[in-house]
């Protein structure tokens, strides 16, 4: 519930057993007080939006954490987030050199007050002096203790060896950045994120030295990177040849056109349990080479750019999978330029795929040709089924079964089915008549979800033949606009 005041204040919380207290701008004291056992809090997020003057705000959020700072003894995880603009203070002649001085002491107490945080979140983007001094001020007084470290902004800390407890970092990497957090000991971490990666990231600021060649992350299990094709790192010298990644079991990289490349080029790593790779078709070659294998999940995010062939960007997709799966579960999400140019079914042709989203057009017979032709299909999910080809709906026998059986269940293993119709022209009948084949010639279909469908007649459709799918328990529905 949201609890607010005339000062404007709000406190997010559910119960008195709940984990988080969000505080805000304005807060009240008393009312905060009056919240009753907070023992159980173990995460406080600390919000300010100000445009001129942020001082007021500090002192309020510490008079608060003092008046209750003694209720919150399990409090480990700490986000601050602040809405400075000093452009807009400076023209309105602040002083922004006495709001930094103010506000270190009031940092200090806050420091004071909250003693074991070993969790610390700064997500604002904004970069300013007075930010980054409020920032850098908490990063460095905590960071013995750190054991959580998720940043937007560029960190800075006096010694690198004062996050030997260090085991989860998540940043983003800023342009032109020198050092995120300098000379960090790969060693040490188990989890890793970096977001708005440089194509050409050298890695350098995880070697302990800047002659090393190779970076060893002894402890990693789980690694994410997003890359942003835009981004450039300032060009550095590094020695940097080889990554190493003995441990680990979790790889999620998230790329569009190649941005990768580099990170493949450098990486070794055995075998993986799950890997959730987005990449242009033609990427995947190049990755497919390396010694690894996937054990649990192989989740592929195929980005077609306009001019990929597509028989040889799927043949491409066809041979990662046969190299790299080993028992994994596969996942295979087709996107990107492909939309609205149909999906030819004769190019999906892997046995192995168990779970398919295609973002792109497809076809009726397209359709019909995927669901026969995947064995192991579990899971199927298509952005838009158009009409532009025509489809014969066989004969559907009435609901108490007399008559010619002109659809027989598919040997199938399809449990769930996501559809969104392209309704043109004269298609309804035909769409239609689609739906209520798939339902009968699908046994083991236990979710339906249908975009765009004629809900009445699928409805009623749906209740005659209850029968023909026993397995059925989730059903979505959304009527034509």
Not at 305 to 324: E, S, V, Y
Not at 395 to 407: E, F, M, T, V
Not at 409 to 427: M, R
């Amino acid at each position: 519930m949201y609890i607010t005041n005339g000062d404007d204040m709000s406190i997010y919380t559910t119960s008195p057993e709940d984990e988080t207290l969000h505080l805000e701008f304005d807060t009240n004291a008393s009312l905060i007080a009056g919240l009753g056992n907070t023992e159980l809090v173990q995460y406080i997020g600390i919000h300010l939006n100000y445009v001129r003057n942020p001082v007021p705000g500090l002192q309020k959020i510490a008079q608060m954490i003092r008046n209750n700072a003694q209720a919150w003894p399990r409090i480990r995880h700490l986000e601050v987030s602040m809405n400075f603009n000093q452009v807009e203070a400076t023209r309105a002649g602040q002083d922004i050199a006495r709001f930094i001085i103010e506000s270190k002491k009031l940092v200090s107490e806050l420091v004071n007050l909250l003693p074991n945080i070993s969790q610390l979140s700064l997500p604002e983007t904004r970069s300013n002096a007075f930010n980054a001094s409020v920032y850098n001020q908490l990063a460095s007084a905590y960071a013995p203790q750190l054991t959580m470290l998720c940043s937007n902004i560029v960190t800075i800390f006096d010694d690198a060896a004062q996050l030997a407890q260090l085991t989860c970092l998540n940043i983003q990497i800023r342009p032109n950045m020198l050092v995120s957090v300098p000379k960090l000991a790969a060693a040490t971490l188990q989890n890793l994120t970096l977001r708005n990666v440089p194509a050409d990231y050298t890695w350098d600021d995880f070697a302990s030295s800047s002659s090393d060649s190779q970076v060893w992350f002894t402890s990693l299990q789980t690694l994410t990177l997003t890359f942003n094709r835009t981004s450039k790192q300032t060009i550095r010298d590094t020695a940097v040849t080889s990554l190493h990644f003995p441990r680990l079991k979790i790889l999620r990289v998230y790329a569009a056109s190649g941005e990768s490349r580099g990170f493949f080029k450098l990486s070794k790593f055995s075998a993986l349990d799950v890997l959730d790779l987005a990449e242009s078709p033609v990427e995947l070659k190049p990755i497919g080479q390396l010694s690894f294998q996937v054990t649990r999940v192989l989740r592929l995010t195929a980005n077609f750019p306009w001019l990929t062939n597509q028989k040889h960007g799927f043949q491409a997709i066809n041979r990662f999978i046969d190299k790299t799966e080993s028992g994994a579960l596969v996942e295979l999400n087709v996107t990107n330029n492909i939309a609205h140019v149909d999906v030819d079914a004769g190019n999906i042709t892997n046995g192995k795929i168990a779970h398919l989203c295609i973002s792109g057009a497809v076809s009726v017979e397209t359709l019909v040709g995927i669901i026969s032709t995947l064995p192991r299909l579990k899971v199927l999910i298509v952005a838009e089924v158009n009409s532009e080809a025509t489809f014969i709906v066989p004969n559907i026998p009435p609901p108490n079964g007399h008559g010619a059986l002109a659809i027989q269940p598919l040997n199938v293993q399809l449990e769930s089915l996501s559809l969104d119709f392209n309704w043109v022209g004269n298609s309804t009948k035909m769409h239609t008549g689609l739906i209520k084949c798939l339902i009968l010639s699908l046994p083991r279909l236990q979710w339906l979800a249908i975009e765009q469908g004629l809900l009445p007649q699928i409805l009623a459709f749906i209740a005659a033949y209850q029968h023909a799918y026993p397995h059925l328990a989730s059903l979505r529905l959304r009527p034509v606009d």
